[in-house]
C-alpha cells in the first residue's frame, strides 16, 4: 500500500485525508470525526465547509469519506424520492442525520451502508460502535 500513497493531509482538528494513486488516478480517502449535537451549529457548518473543501481542492474523480458523522440517517421514508441513500436503514433519522443528507446530495454522495442488508450480527455490531 505503501507505493501507492500520494500523501497524508490535516485539513482541520476533525478531517484527515490520505492521497493515493490506483491505475493512473487519484483517489482520496478521507477520515472525519463530526462534532455531537451538543456542541454548537456553527462548529458543524465550519465542518461540513471543511469537508467540501477537502473534496474538491484535490480534484480525485473517487473519493471515500468515512469516520464517524455523528448523524442518525435512519430508515428511507416512503415519500423520500431519495437516491442517495438506499432501502436498507435502520432507526429514526435524527437532525444531524437531516443535515448529513443534505450535504449528500447536493455533492451527489451516497450513503454506501444503507445499500446493503444487514443481519442480526451486524445490527448488533453498529449498536456498539456507534
Not at 483517489?27 to 458543524?44: F, G, H, K, L
Not at 443534505?102 to 453498529?126: C, E, G, Q, W
Request: one cysteine or more; a negative charge.
Amino acid at each position: 500500500m505503501k507505493d501507492y500513497v500520494e500523501g497524508f493531509e490535516k485539513h482541520s482538528a476533525r478531517i484527515i485525508s490520505c492521497k493515493i494513486k490506483l491505475k493512473d488516478e487519484y483517489r482520496q480517502i478521507i477520515q472525519v470525526y463530526a462534532p455531537t449535537t451538543s456542541y454548537d451549529d456553527n462548529d458543524t457548518d465550519i465542518l461540513y465547509d471543511d469537508l467540501e473543501n477537502a473534496i474538491y481542492q484535490k480534484k480525485c474523480k473517487q473519493f471515500i469519506i468515512m469516520g464517524d458523522l455523528n448523524a442518525k440517517i435512519g430508515i428511507k421514508e416512503n415519500n423520500e424520492d431519495n437516491e442517495w441513500i438506499g432501502p436498507h436503514g435502520i432507526g429514526e433519522r435524527n437532525e444531524s442525520g437531516e443535515r448529513l443528507l443534505d450535504f449528500v446530495s447536493a455533492n451527489r454522495m451516497y450513503i454506501t451502508t444503507h445499500f446493503f442488508s444487514k443481519t442480526p450480527h451486524t445490527i448488533l455490531d453498529m449498536a456498539f460502535t456507534w
